[in-house]
């Protein structure tokens, strides 16, 4: 005869909410306060206090974003003597375990090199850390009294022909704050990651308006002609609508192939997502026999790692209205398992973004039938 013996147990079923860092960027650049210090900025800081309160190129940046991007704004900063130097920062702050979605360089480069090395250091990153991150750089703005807007598009484009990096995109200084405008459209709460930033629904950019775009020596105002040159070189500038008030902002473009998935940065952001939640979830099912090859074993697996998509995918109409998810609804079949040994496994999945309206024409037609009686 046996003893008896109760057992109590709880069981952990991972069923807590994935830690987000969307919508948090790290700028790093030039400013005379807290140089080589990694600092936490949000809609309450006093950025005379923080960056000094001489001008800066971080300091209008930053200003920028704060205005554009609204309510609940945060971000990390990491002032330097030299913005050059932005690799040993980048590093630093992934050592203090700083977790962001877009690391925002303020200091416009000068070499394609420069770029590409912002792209290795990502994949760098996603190696040592497990972090899905991009970089968005500036490019230098027109000099006002010596160049023209021919030679000025011309000189930077020798800064994108040919560039792979999709993890990469840059915006020319045509505004002072460009770049922080773009940071502030890319984390403003009105909207989604899975939103572009030409989006005018947004309302147009705050700062800045016509009466301050950028003229070249010749007295020539910066257009929607100078504004397709730049886009077509991948560029992401200020764009406008005649006979419609206000400025805004061209597709948010990133280095990728002609046929890339990746060109733009709202499909980046929305995989980057999706991946970071599921590597938490593959994490959770390392060792765990639970996940087999059995039909059942699959199943249960499948229903784990179909979380971060489902969630993902949760979308409202209110009266009428029609406030999409960041994902459409997974499918049946959206996962798929392959084991390649005992102890191997591949998974197979798809995220389906929305589609975005981003070239409409609209045909009129007359009706000169003969009227009903």
């Known amino acids: 005869m046996s003893l008896g013996k109760v057992t109590v147990n709880a069981l952990n079923l991972q069923q807590g909410p994935f830690p987000t860092v969307e919508k948090y960027f790290l700028f790093i650049g030039e400013a005379a306060e807290n140089q080589d210090t990694l600092l936490f900025l949000n809609t309450d800081s006093d950025l005379d206090a923080e960056l000094g309160a001489a ?53 416009p480069v000068t070499t394609q090199a420069e770029l590409t090395a912002m792209h290795a ?22 000099d006002p009294l010596t160049e023209a807007w ?35 459209r890319l984390c403003n709460d009105q909207v989604s990651i899975a939103d572009t930033p030409m989006r005018v629904a947004t309302g147009s950019v705050i700062g800045q308006d016509h ?37 805004y902002w061209s597709d948010g473009q990133m ?13 980046l952001r929305v995989v980057d997502k999706a991946a970071r939640a599921v590597r938490l979830v593959l994490i959770g099912l390392i060792g765990d026999r639970r996940f087999n090859s059995q039909p059942i074993g699959e199943a249960w697996a499948i229903g784990k790692m179909m979380r ?26 959206d996962i798929a398992i392959n084991w390649i ?17 981003k070239e409409i024409t609209a045909n009129i037609v007359l009706d000169l039938s003969a009227p009903v009686a």
């Not at 300091?59 to 050059?84: E, F, M, R, V, Y």
């Not at 484009?157 to 922080?180: E, F, K, S, W």
């Open 55 to 107: 001008d800066s190129e971080l300091k209008t940046q930053i200003q920028a974003a704060k205005l554009n991007a609204g309510q609940n704004w945060a971000c990390a900063a990491i002032p330097l003597a030299d913005g050059s130097l932005w690799d040993a920062a980048v590093e630093m702050a992934m050592n203090e375990d700083i977790r962001c979605e877009l690391v925002i360089i303020t200091t």
């Open 150 to 184: 021919s030679a000025y598009i011309t000189d930077i484009n020798d800064l994108t022909d040919d560039l792979l990096a999709h993890r990469v995109g840059c915006v020319p200084y045509i505004y002072p704050d460009a770049l922080g405008i773009y940071a502030g």
């Open 255 to 267: 280095f990728d192939t002609p046929t890339g998935d990746y060109q733009v940065i709202e499909n």
């Open 341 to 357: 040994t005992r102890t191997k496994v591949e998974v197979f999945m798809i995220a389906r973004p929305f589609e975005i309206p």
């Open 211 to 247: 009466s301050t775009l950028p003229k070249d020596m010749n007295g020539v105002t910066y257009s929607n002609a100078h504004a397709k040159a730049l886009n077509d070189q991948r560029f992401t500038v200020p764009a406008f609508y005649p006979d419609y008030p206000g400025v």
């Open 308 to 333: 971060p998509l489902r969630e993902m995918s949760r979308s409202t109409v209110f009266q009428g209205i029609p406030f999409p998810a960041e994902l459409k609804k997974p499918q049946d079949g």
């Open 121 to 142: 250091k990502a994949i760098e990153i996603n190696a040592t850390y497990g972090r899905r991150l991009a970089f968005i750089a500036a490019a230098r703005g027109i």
